[in-house]
């Protein structure tokens, strides 16, 4: 078996053990898995998988690719939790794959193992595998939509030498994977890719690196796929969505999102501390360095200018919220490999200033790890710190199983830290960073493990699992005074027959056909209970639960 294939067994395998593994063992959580879940349960159930719905209402925010993906995953799996994330554990296997053929190609296959591996040992990306959520498949077509481009205009300058096939090839593929990233998510991937050619024209002085004909020839690429949805929908439904869409991706770019605001520096903060341990290495990445061949110094360029376009533009972006940074773990694990191959061939020292952020950040998830069972097994002492929010404040009162057993992942991760501090010590640079990221994706893996099932129990459990007791039950379920998804999904709301179904003082106050749920947050018993067509039904870790019977 030759190296190359054997890295790419190796790749497979770790992918499909750490990112499939567990995906059904808690629920989605609100907002975005379920509410992209709900999505596709709502095309399966109506038969119409055209037309982008919630609650069987347009949803005008997002295009219907992932969720053509998901709705064959529920096909195959059922309609559960494992279905609705089983598609991005395979797209992160497709990705290590991908990072690795692009690093080889660029470099060796040393680079591209040090790449995938970089991508695949850091916190937030690894997580993203293991979610429901669009933005991996998203990241995945614009990264292969630029690097197509890129080779393009390398071909057309004849930067790089052995690039077989014709300019248009690349022109076509690099327009191909943007109209399907435009497709899964919309049209800020083609503006992605603008500003980051805009900043290389003029970094490059001005000069023409692509010509206008090729440049047209990649935008009618990208507009003829994404027009094999959007013309369909337009012929059979106007062109309502077109504006509604464009409508929320303004509001979307210029306000704060449901409250997703955020402090300034927050994307830095984002990608500091979650796409460690590579965020460490990435850094100086950012200062010179010099790679043997001029296109691979083009390549890193190309990567530092998405890095900061993607954080300028969300930066600016008023809703904080930690995907919208998630195209940038590209160029930072793409920097990261180059200074750790680097480092192993002695043009860089691993220094004090990495050494130092490293164990700083990897002490303060150590911390949170190993305080977070001895919180949990006495919660009371921290309940007092929220007597303002009575919601949080009831929420701790869920009964939740801490055991001492749960700081495992937290020294596991200390011991991770501590061998490959003394193998970078001893000059065993390769072995000290297959250990770290290595150590690091099987720290997420365990936390995953003994944490996550817990969490939800203080923040969604009760809510779900009241919803799921209505499944079967030919009734209306709606929430009060706070936004969530989890009702839909969770009962199985079926297509509605009368049309005041979303009129909530018709719902309450008027003539209904069917028994009504509604579903609250602590402090918002206060007012119901002053409501006389419905009743308390019960309350229980914050949420409170009441209905409306037929008369």
């Not at 939509?145 to 390398?154: Q, R, T």
Request: contains cysteine; aromatic residues 18%; glycine residues 6%.
């Amino acid at each position: 078996m030759s190296s190359n294939i054997r890295n790419y067994l190796i790749l497979f395998f770790l992918g499909a053990l750490f990112y499939i593994p567990f995906l059904g063992g808690v629920h989605l959580f609100d907002w975005d898995e379920i509410n992209f879940a709900e999505i596709s349960r709502e095309m399966i159930r109506t038969g119409d998988y055209l037309t982008v719905q919630v609650n069987y209402e347009p949803f005008w925010e997002k295009p219907p690719l992932f969720f053509w993906i998901q709705v064959l995953s529920m096909k195959l799996f059922g309609i559960n939790e494992f279905a609705a994330r089983f598609p991005n554990a395979i797209i992160g296997i497709i990705t290590l794959l991908v990072i690795y053929r692009i690093g080889t190609k660029l470099f060796n296959q040393k680079f591209g193992f040090l790449w995938a591996l970089a991508y695949f040992g850091s916190i937030l990306p690894l997580l993203y595998f293991k979610s429901g959520i669009i933005d991996p498949l998203f990241n995945l077509f614009i990264f292969l939509g630029l690097y197509n481009l890129i080779i393009a205009s390398w071909r057309r300058n004849n930067l790089s030498k052995g690039i077989a096939k014709p300019k248009s090839y690349y022109l076509i593929f690099g327009g191909f994977f943007i109209g399907l990233a435009i497709l899964t998510k919309g049209p800020v991937a083609y503006l992605i890719v603008i500003l980051a050619f805009g900043v290389y024209w003029i970094m490059n002085r001005f000069k023409s690196f692509i010509s206008i004909v090729d440049f047209i020839i990649w935008s009618f690429i990208s507009l003829l796929v994404v027009s094999l949805w959007f013309g369909v929908e337009i012929a059979h439904h106007g062109i309502r969505f077109i504006e509604q869409f464009i409508i929320y991706q303004v509001r979307l770019l210029s306000t704060p999102d449901a409250g997703h605001g955020g402090v300034p520096g927050y994307h830095i903060l984002v990608l500091l501390f979650g796409c460690f341990p590579a965020s460490v290495f990435a850094i100086r990445g950012f200062r010179k360095i010099k790679p043997e061949k001029d296109f691979q110094q083009d390549f890193r360029r190309w990567m530092i200018i998405l890095f900061w376009v993607v954080l300028v533009l969300f930066s600016i972006v008023q809703s904080k919220i930690v995907h919208y940074s998630s195209l940038a773990y590209f160029p930072l694990t793409f920097l990261a490999a180059m200074v750790i191959s680097q480092i192993i061939d002695k043009k860089i020292k691993f220094n004090s200033n990495m050494k130092y952020l490293l164990s700083f950040i990897a002490g303060i998830y150590i911390i949170i790890a190993v305080l977070a069972p001895w919180t949990g097994k006495n919660i009371e002492l921290i309940k007092p710190l929220f007597e303002n929010n009575p919601f949080v404040y009831a929420s701790l009162n869920a009964q939740v199983n801490w055991t001492y057993w749960e700081m495992i992942p937290g020294i596991f991760l200390l011991m991770v830290v501590i061998i490959s501090m003394l193998l970078f010590k001893n000059d065993k640079i390769l072995r000290g960073v297959q250990t770290l990221f290595l150590g690091t994706a099987l720290f997420l893996f365990l936390g995953l493990i003994f944490f996550i099932g817990r969490i939800e129990m203080y923040s969604q459990n009760a809510e779900i699992e009241f919803c799921k007791t209505l499944q079967g039950k030919d009734c209306y379920v709606v929430t009060s005074n706070f936004k969530s998804y989890a009702h839909y999904y969770y009962a199985k709301v079926q297509p509605p027959d009368n049309p005041k179904y979303t009129d909530l003082k018709w719902l309450i106050y008027e003539d209904v056909d069917k028994d009504v749920f509604i579903v609250g947050k602590t402090p918002v018993e206060k007012h119901w209970r002053t409501v006389w067509t419905v009743r308390e039904l019960g309350e229980k870790n914050g949420y409170v639960f009441f209905k409306r019977t037929v008369p």
